[in-house]
């Protein structure tokens, strides 16, 4: 099964495509992990990408499909693949479909939450350094503050989090990212979750999706 989790900032989608990891067994592509881990190195493009992540623009086009051109040809996604914030401007949904060839996107999960509600679950994220388990201080607290439950790392705030950037980031979901609703939409292949509810039954609802196709 080839899926894609659409949605805002902090709809909820990286959480969810953990979840649907575990239990479909297809890899949760992330390009936003892949571009955090990209920037741990210390060349001249690392620098660059750091500074585009931190202003909460975009990465050029180019760059990333042709970092998930690259992905999706490894063997772990032959059975299926969950896409998380790839395709994010309509540049990149159409290179997804080059990139697919015969293959095509089954489903598009889109996570839709209010912008109010959004900017609560960023500005409360939190993750661990270590293991990457997500949390959130209200909706998801670690049992001991800033300590992991899994394996004790310390958590952190991710820096495209802080409360200008999160503005700047839904700024440019609007303007990018959103007309892929509408592109979806007419494929036929959109379907809309309610991400305004608790982190199991937003995952009920997008287990009754994906089971129904
Ligand atoms: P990326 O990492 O993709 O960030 P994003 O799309 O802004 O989404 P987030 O990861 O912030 O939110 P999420 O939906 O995963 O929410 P989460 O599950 O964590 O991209 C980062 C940057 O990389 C971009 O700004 C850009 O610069 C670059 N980039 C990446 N992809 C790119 C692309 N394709 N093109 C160009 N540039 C690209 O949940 C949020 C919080 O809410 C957590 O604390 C969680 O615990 C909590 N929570 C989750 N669900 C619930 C619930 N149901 N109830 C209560 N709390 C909940
Ligand atoms: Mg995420």
Same mark, same amino acid.
């Given at each position: 099964m080839n899926? @894609?989790?659409? *949605?805002a900032p902090g709809s909820g989608k990286g959480t969810q495509a953990e979840k649907l990891k575990d239990k479909y067994q297809i890899p949760h592509i992330s390009t936003g992990d892949m571009f955090r881990? %990209? /920037? $741990?190195d210390k060349s001249e493009l690392a620098r660059q990408l750091k500074d585009i992540m931190e202003s909460g623009k975009l990465v050029p086009d180019k760059l990333v499909i042709d970092v998930v051109n690259e992905r999706l040809k490894k063997e772990d996604c032959i059975k299926g693949f969950i896409l998380d914030g790839? #395709?994010?401007t309509l540049i990149q949904g159409q290179a997804l479909e080059n990139i697919l *060839?015969?293959?095509r996107i089954e489903v598009v999960l889109y996570i839709e939450l209010s912008e109010k $509600?959004? /900017?609560k679950r960023l500005s409360g994220r939190r993750g661990c350094s270590d293991c990457k388990a997500g949390y959130h201080v209200v909706f998801q607290p670690p049992k001991k503050e800033n300590v992991c439950d899994r394996c004790s790392g310390p958590l952190f705030q991710r820096d495209d989090d802080k409360e200008d950037t @999160?503005?700047?980031r839904l700024k440019v979901?609007? *303007?990018e990212t %959103? #007309?892929?609703v509408d592109y979806y939409q007419k494929q036929g292949i959109l379907e809309e979750i309610n991400g305004n509810v608790s982190v199991d039954e937003v995952f009920n609802q997008l287990c009754k999706v994906i089971d129904d196709k």
């Amino acid at each position: 099964m080839n899926l @894609i989790l659409f *949605g805002a900032p902090g709809s909820g989608k990286g959480t969810q495509a953990e979840k649907l990891k575990d239990k479909y067994q297809i890899p949760h592509i992330s390009t936003g992990d892949m571009f955090r881990k %990209a /920037v $741990e190195d210390k060349s001249e493009l690392a620098r660059q990408l750091k500074d585009i992540m931190e202003s909460g623009k975009l990465v050029p086009d180019k760059l990333v499909i042709d970092v998930v051109n690259e992905r999706l040809k490894k063997e772990d996604c032959i059975k299926g693949f969950i896409l998380d914030g790839f #395709p994010r401007t309509l540049i990149q949904g159409q290179a997804l479909e080059n990139i697919l *060839g015969e293959k095509r996107i089954e489903v598009v999960l889109y996570i839709e939450l209010s912008e109010k $509600e959004t /900017v609560k679950r960023l500005s409360g994220r939190r993750g661990c350094s270590d293991c990457k388990a997500g949390y959130h201080v209200v909706f998801q607290p670690p049992k001991k503050e800033n300590v992991c439950d899994r394996c004790s790392g310390p958590l952190f705030q991710r820096d495209d989090d802080k409360e200008d950037t @999160i503005i700047q980031r839904l700024k440019v979901y609007n *303007g990018e990212t %959103a #007309p892929l609703v509408d592109y979806y939409q007419k494929q036929g292949i959109l379907e809309e979750i309610n991400g305004n509810v608790s982190v199991d039954e937003v995952f009920n609802q997008l287990c009754k999706v994906i089971d129904d196709k």
